[in-house]
């Protein structure tokens, strides 16, 4: 049998039956890894002789991978950047230390976008990952490498984070679930910053089934992150549903304008005539001030970004330079940040840096802040008579690698349906929903605050009806 094809629910069946051992399903993912991810480049960093501190924990003997942003005991951390080359953080992230204490165990560090900045992968300092289901396109980003290992059995899921799309839009172009939550669901202490106000963490899995098991692991407070919620951590995986019955499903008019492509508009009609038919009272809603949330967002999160970005001066890590090669201190800060940042994150700095400035702080980040009101505001009219809001991820499939990364404008665009729920904090998956040319497409669900327990339960009534999930590329 290959273990590998196996989602969490099966090979967690798999070791309790006693059918196969930790250490031969681990051996096994190894080997896909070393024959497949040449092709993929999902990996930044392959662990040896990794095994479970916890095998008989909820997650006991299943093998994962984190984003290359999770800070992991022993592992180099790189967040894909020069800057942060040769760092090995002597602590976990609270996300990592959850997972490890429930079992599961590591196989490595997954490729970024530089920072989680992009949409593509392609900013990455270190590699290109290919989508599994067409080596010539991007797998999305900035969570491509958790897109792809998962989508390409490289492991049974994956850490990411979803800071204005980077969990829902690599899943829905490489056909996988992606579970962004409410932001402070998860804890964010010790995952690398981009725009704190955003980052949330989240996995990528093979199923909504499997997503809300991870879910129960890594919910909850964190005396280390103010910003969690209280809110209590449901049973995800005991409230799934297979209908739809009494459930009211908005589907917003903004979401399919103009530049939608055609062939993804199809899927998202035909998922949401399948929610229809699971029983759901599908209403047409409106979030009028969709159409500025990528400016918005590109303001507020660039904001962030540039202050976040300021910590990182290349002394202890990174391509340091020679005390000789300069004449002072801000000389060296200066040659260690150009040598060490990427082309995408030099333009945050500067974007963040002009958007903070005196006299244009008011004109555009508070500007930017009341607009992300406004657009927090459309959900919760919308939600005072709708139970869920059904959208697509993303305008197009996946595209080619090299299309969009010269033209930054373009990039930025893929965030058109996704930038929204960021702005808002409230949780939304992306679920396998069909194909388009032979390319995944997946259909965006998005629910009020710390809703998780209706989101999941109605995203899994979907795949309970449909088996887009099932689909496995062939590589
Ligand atoms: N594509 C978006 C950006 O480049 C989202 C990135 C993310 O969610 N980390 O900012």
């Avoid at 008019?253 to 993804?264: M, R």
């Avoid at 795949?463 to 689909?471: E, F, R, V």
Wanted: glycine share 8%.
């Amino acid at each position: 049998m290959d273990l590998t094809s196996l989602n969490l629910v099966e090979t967690k069946k798999l070791l309790a039956d006693k059918k196969a051992s930790e250490s031969e399903i681990v051996a096994d993912y190894m080997q896909r890894i070393a024959d497949l991810d040449p092709k993929i480049d999902s990996f930044l960093f392959v662990a040896q002789d990794t095994k479970s501190e916890n095998p008989s924990g909820e997650l006991g003997g299943i093998p994962i991978a984190h984003k290359d942003v999770f800070d992991t005991i022993g592992m180099p951390t790189t967040a894909a950047s020069k800057i942060l080359e040769g760092y090995t953080p002597e602590f976990d992230a609270t996300s990592v230390a959850k997972l490890k204490e429930a079992g599961a165990v590591s196989l490595g560090k997954l490729n970024t976008d530089e920072f989680t900045m992009g949409a593509s992968t392609e900013t990455s300092a270190f590699k290109q990952t290919k989508n599994p289901w067409d080596l010539k396109r991007v797998p999305g980003g900035s969570s491509g490498g958790s897109a792809a290992a998962v989508a390409a059995d490289l492991c049974v899921f994956a850490t990411a984070t979803d800071t204005g799309g980077s969990i829902r839009q690599p899943s829905s172009f490489c056909g996988v679930t992606g579970l962004k939550p409410t932001y402070g669901r998860i804890s964010r202490y010790g995952v690398i910053s981009m725009a704190s106000s955003l980052d949330t963490i989240g996995v990528i899995t093979k199923s909504v089934e499997d997503a809300a098991i991870a879910l129960e692991v890594l919910a909850g407070q964190d005396s280390h992150d103010a910003t969690t919620g209280k809110a209590k951590v449901e049973q995800y995986s005991k409230n799934l549903k297979t209908d739809l019955k009494g459930l009211k499903i908005g589907v917003a008019k903004e979401y399919f304008v103009e530049g939608l492509d055609a062939g993804v508009e199809k899927v998202i009609r035909a998922a949401i005539d399948e929610l229809k038919k699971l029983g759901a009272e599908i209403t047409e809603i409106s979030l009028p001030h969709t159409e500025f949330a990528v400016p918005t967002y590109y303001v507020v999160a660039s904001s962030e970004i540039s202050a976040n970005m300021a910590r990182f001066d290349g002394v202890r890590y990174g391509p340091t330079v020679k005390n000789e090669e300069v004449e002072n201190l801000v000389e060296m800060y200066f040659e260690n940040r150009t040598r060490g940042f990427g082309d995408e994150v030099k333009r945050r700095i500067m974007l963040g840096t002009f958007a903070l400035s005196a006299g244009y702080a008011d004109k555009f980040y508070k500007k930017a802040l009341q607009v992300r009101t406004l657009i927090k505001k459309d959900f919760d009219e919308a939600f005072k008579d709708i139970d869920l809001i059904a959208a697509p991820v993303a305008p197009t499939t996946a595209f080619k690698l090299g299309e969009k990364i010269n033209d930054p404008v373009q990039m930025y665009l893929a965030d058109i349906f996704t930038a929204p729920a960021s702005l808002a904090g409230v949780p939304a998956i992306s679920v396998p929903a069909g194909f388009s040319e032979k390319l995944p497409v997946g259909l965006q669900l998005i629910a009020p605050q710390f809703a998780e327990a209706r989101l999941l339960g109605s995203a899994h009534a979907f795949q309970s009806a449909t088996d887009y999930h099932l689909k496995k590329p062939q590589i």
